[in-house]
């Protein structure tokens, strides 16, 4: 099954037992391109991620990763990606450098270029300062840049981001992103996972929408956008955003598509052009007040919630219990 | 091509547990402490009859040397997440196990090692013959380090590792002819007594360092430690 496609599945499904992780997904990534899998946490990502990588065997289905079958091949899938897994997990007892030199050797890098790119890779992650820390003693932004690192040593073609930014502070995801970008302009494939819908917004060329195991969506963040653009969206500020049935009441309203909240405003999506004059009278008949009203472009997010039927904060919740 | 980067990754994978696990000063001190202090606790109890006791101790030197720190490595790393680093390394399975397995090997073979130095000074052997004492250590390492490999598949936290290995070791101790030979345990004993690698590790070097008049013969002990090496492997 080899193509020039840099991952091609057809049909990829996992059962642990009798729950169904992953339900027979197709979908192709370019060359070359940030191919983001959007979907709440639970929803098949990381186990289609440890699949196509060769940690876990598929119950059905096929899948080739840079032209090689991640069943038959997988030794030489796993020669030519990167995979910076969702928890940062280099060792411990080494030292960053040590750490790049480790992974050199496991990559068969010859002794005299090894130290070379450890070095270069410490400097791209501005991490020349900590070269002989000890990764325990890293913080977690700078353990991620590492273990981000650690996955180029080789200078793979393509790269598997599980969750980059997840726990990560602002500084330290927008840094991570800007490298993504920077490995996406010199060639390399990247594939991301994310919770984050603006993450997956900002970087990705396409974006896989996943929902309990099922692509829902393929396309460009654009298209999916488009998808929602015969809605009207709007902002509305109220008074007393937590009313208990305010929430309740906007939804009941003819002509409301969607409600979702942000902080102390409700974004609301109308079949057509809002019905102002008697959807404010409505809102005022039951005593709720209006302090302001902003129509808004639609957004990924408009777009992930029309599409998946679920509410944004399901994709704020993290795992229990993740670590740096 | 192929062969070769993976030989070398298995040869790295080992060398990074020995550098980073092994020989860390807490281990080569339990490593040599524990057998040396219960060889002077037998040799103050019978300071005449040590000499026998020496391969039962060096068997069990080997055996505690290799599984102990083994399966607590894998366990802990599995823990950590880190072992998925190697699972990721374009290295089959069989050769990720087979670093690991190597680097308990050798810190066994090395703690046992230092241990039969100590006893040369201490005692003359009277059918010492290092030709067939090397290969019952190696096998004997490289079975008590698979024997570990095999307990930290089975765990997921550390101490439930030394708890299983410790279900292994124990009755092994005292059914192996390590402190009383197998020839004088009740006969359904015995039966259990053959089935267990320790046995052929002491009989072995039994015979390597004090007589030829053993119930196994060298070469049976070397051949079934290759057995088991490949089977718990």
Redesign the interface.
């Known amino acids: 099954m080899k193509t020039c496609s840099a991952i091609h599945v057809e049909g990829l499904t996992k059962y642990y037992g009798d729950f169904l992780a992953v339900d027979h997904i197709d979908f192709q990534v370019n060359q070359g391109e940030i191919f983001g899998f959007l979907g709440p946490n639970g929803a098949g990502k990381t186990t289609t991620i440890r699949m196509l990588?060769?940690?876990l065997k598929p119950s059905d289905g096929e899948a080739s990763v840079a032209g090689f079958s991640i069943q038959k091949e997988t030794?030489?899938v796993?020669?030519r990606i990167g995979?910076v897994?969702e928890?940062s997990?280099?060792?411990?007892?080494?030292t960053s450098f040590e750490n790049l030199l480790?992974?050199g050797?496991?990559?068969?890098i010859p002794k005299n270029q090894r130290d070379k790119r450890a070095q270069e890779l410490l400097q791209l992650f501005r991490l020349e300062g900590k070269k002989d820390a000890l990764f325990s003693s890293l913080s977690k932004g700078m353990k991620r840049s590492l273990t981000i690192a650690?996955a180029l040593v080789h200078e793979p073609s393509l790269i598997f981001l599980d969750e980059p930014t997840s726990g990560l502070d602002v500084m330290s995801a927008r840094n991570l992103r800007t490298i993504v970008k920077q490995l996406h302009q010199q060639g390399t494939t990247i594939f991301l996972t994310t919770h984050n819908i603006e993450e997956a917004n900002l970087l990705c060329h396409r974006i896989a929408v996943i929902v309990n195991g099922k692509i829902i969506a393929v396309d460009t963040p654009e298209a999916l956008k488009k998808s929602v653009q015969e809605k009207s969206i709007v902002e509305l500020g109220m008074e007393n955003p937590n009313l208990p049935d305010l929430l309740e009441s906007i939804k009941a309203f003819n002509g409301v598509d969607t409600v979702s909240r942000r902080q102390d405003r409700f974004v609301i999506g109308f079949k057509g052009s809002p019905p102002w004059g008697s959807f404010l009278q409505y809102l005022q008949e039951r005593q709720f007040s209006v302090t302001s009203v902003n129509t808004l472009q639609p957004t990924l997010e408009d777009a992930f919630v029309k599409i998946t039927g679920l509410e944004r904060e399901i994709m704020m919740i993290e795992k229990e219990g993740k670590?740096g | 091509m192929?062969l070769s980067?993976e030989l070398?990754?298995i040869y790295?994978?080992s060398l990074?547990d020995i550098k980073?696990?092994y020989f860390k000063p807490p281990n080569i001190s339990w490593g040599i402490i524990f057998p040396l202090a219960m060889t002077l606790a037998f040799y103050l109890r019978n300071p005449k009859g040590m000499i026998d006791l020496i391969p039962g101790l060096l068997g069990m030197t080997i055996l505690f040397g290799s599984t102990s720190m083994e399966a607590v490595v894998i366990t802990f790393e599995r823990r950590?997440?880190?072992f998925?680093?190697?699972?990721?390394?374009?290295?089959?399975l069989e050769g990720v196990l087979a670093g690991k397995i190597l680097g308990g090997a050798f810190f066994g073979f090395v703690v046992s090692s230092a241990m039969l130095i100590v006893s040369l000074f201490f005692f003359s052997f009277p059918r010492f013959n290092l030709f067939f004492l090397i290969p019952s250590l190696i096998l004997s390492a490289l079975v008590f380090s698979s024997l570990g490999a095999f307990v930290s598949v089975a765990v997921k936290e550390v101490f439930e590792a030394q708890t299983l290995a410790n279900l292994f070791r124990f009755p092994m101790i005292f059914l192996s002819g390590v402190f009383i030979p197998v020839v004088i345990l009740p006969l359904p004993v015995q039966i259990i007594s053959y089935f267990l690698p320790l046995t052929y590790s002491v009989e072995s070097l039994r015979e390597s360092l004090l007589t030829s008049h053993n119930i196994i013969s060298y070469w049976v002990s070397i051949l079934v430690l290759v057995v088991f090496s490949f089977g718990l492997y």
């Open positions: 990588c060769g940690l030794v030489e796993k020669s995979v897994p928890i997990n280099l060792y411990d007892e080494l480790f992974m050797q496991l990559y068969g650690a670590k | 192929m980067s070398k990754a790295f994978i990074k980073s696990y950590l997440g880190s998925e680093r190697l699972l990721l390394a374009p290295v089959s």
